[in-house]
């Protein structure tokens, strides 16, 4: 297994955010879907019901041969702008 980790702005971001570590580490390890993103950099996104609203909750992260590094998350209400369809 990778070490997982969260860079320092990235938690400050998720405390200004009130988006729990835990989550992110749920999201990492059992992603609904995974995209990619720029620079060779992966998105893990996971859906969420939230007070009767779907919310989707997308983490960028960069990883290599043993490490998994988490650049930054949030949660956003577009839910259709970021989830492709299968």
Do not use: H
């Not at 405390?15 to 570590?21: A, D, G, M």
């Amino acid at each position: 297994m990778k070490k997982l980790s969260i860079i320092s702005l990235a938690e400050k971001k998720l405390q200004r955010r009130s988006i729990p570590e835990e989550w992110i580490f749920e999201l990492i390890n059992c992603p609904a879907q995974i995209v990619e993103g720029y620079g060779g950099r992966k998105i893990a996104q996971k859906k969420y019901v939230i007070e009767n609203k779907e919310y989707l909750l997308r983490a960028i992260y960069e990883e290599n041969a043993d490490q998994i590094e988490v650049i930054t998350a949030y949660l956003t209400s577009q839910v259709k702008r970021y989830w492709k369809e299968e």
